[in-house]
Every structure is written in structure tokens, then in C-alpha cells.
């Protein structure tokens, strides 16, 4: 399973809110809600929540290995 927190973690180390990546950087509230929800998104968004962030793919997602 693909999860979203370290995405969290990183918008909280760099002082970035959603509000922030809403109106500056024009992510959409779905976008935001699929992140929520641990849904997929595509690698071409993957890229730039790490372009917005200035962060690594790591800081953004992490595979969680269902048992």
C-alpha cells in the first residue's frame, strides 16, 4: 500500500499549508483529498508535489508492504 504521510510530515517541516499549495501552486482540493484518502495519483503529480515542496519522492510517499 502506498500511503501519503510523509507528504504531511514534509508540508510541516517546510511551513507549507494547504491553503498554500492551493492558491500558489494550484493543487486542486481532489488532489488533496486523494492524498487523504491513500488513493493513487500519477507520477506526473508525484513530480510536482516535489517540485512544490523541494523534496524527494521519500518525503512524499512511502510503500507500507500489506502482510
Avoid: W
Amino acid at each position: 500500500m502506498i500511503s501519503y504521510d510523509p507528504f504531511y510530515q514534509t508540508m510541516k517541516k517546510k511551513g507549507i499549508t494547504t491553503y498554500k499549495l492551493i492558491n500558489q501552486f494550484g493543487v486542486s482540493r481532489s488532489l488533496l483529498d486523494r492524498l487523504k484518502h491513500n488513493k493513487p495519483i500519477s507520477t506526473v503529480t508525484l513530480n510536482d508535489l516535489c517540485t512544490y515542496l523541494d523534496c524527494r519522492v521519500e518525503d512524499v510517499i512511502a510503500f507500507i508492504k500489506e502482510e
